[in-house]
């Protein structure tokens, strides 16, 4: 199909999927309703029926990747600030999602971010520098705390992200 009911833009096995499928829904005008008793269920199966070409983690971080050149615009930064190596990897040819956006006249992120979901903290974009914190003196040294100052609306300082 090429519509909003399109597969899920050439993504291996499984991861992201789940999350490529409610951004196209949310942002290029399908609904997504929440119905009262109604019920979601997940199977798992002992063994994974399929193998994942070239390990688990690297298919989904292409799954992952995939969904943030297609659907994430600027706010991509973000996740590979979360995601790191990510950035640098394959994620092939995503030409067919951004001509499906356009086709199906999608939204922005920001428009997903700022109608569908306001209330998420989101970092901003504008920020002096990231990376990670050390104190030498106490030997603290964390990969996992990303720094970014907040120039926005005159304001300074920094944010330190989990």
Same mark, same amino acid.
């Given at each position: ?5 399109? %597969? =899920?833009? #050439?993504?291996?096995? @499984?991861?992201?999927?789940?999350? !490529? ?7 290029? &005008? ?43 615009? %600027? =706010?991509? #930064?973000?996740?590979? @600030?979360?995601?790191?190596?990510? !950035? ?7 030409? &067919? ?66």
């Amino acid at each position: 199909s090429s519509g909003i009911n399109a %597969e =899920y833009g #050439e993504m291996s096995i @499984w991861g992201g999927e789940n999350l !490529e499928m409610s951004f196209r829904l949310w942002m290029c &005008g399908a609904r997504l309703e929440i119905v009262p008793c109604s019920r979601v269920g997940h199977i798992f199966r002992l063994k994974n029926p399929v193998s994942f070409p070239g390990g688990t983690s690297n298919t989904v971080n292409r799954n992952n990747k995939r969904l943030a050149e297609a659907w994430m615009d %600027e =706010y991509k #930064e973000i996740f590979y @600030w979360y995601s790191p190596g990510i !950035e640098h990897k394959d994620a092939g040819d995503v030409t &067919g999602r951004l001509n499906l956006r356009e086709r199906l006249g999608c939204k922005s992120f920001k428009w997903y971010l700022d109608t569908v979901y306001p209330d998420l903290f989101v970092p901003s974009l504008d920020y002096l520098g990231k990376g990670a914190l050390s104190n030498p003196a106490s030997n603290f040294v964390s990969g996992h705390i990303r720094c970014s100052g907040s120039l926005s609306h005159g304001e300074s300082g920094v944010i330190l992200l989990p």
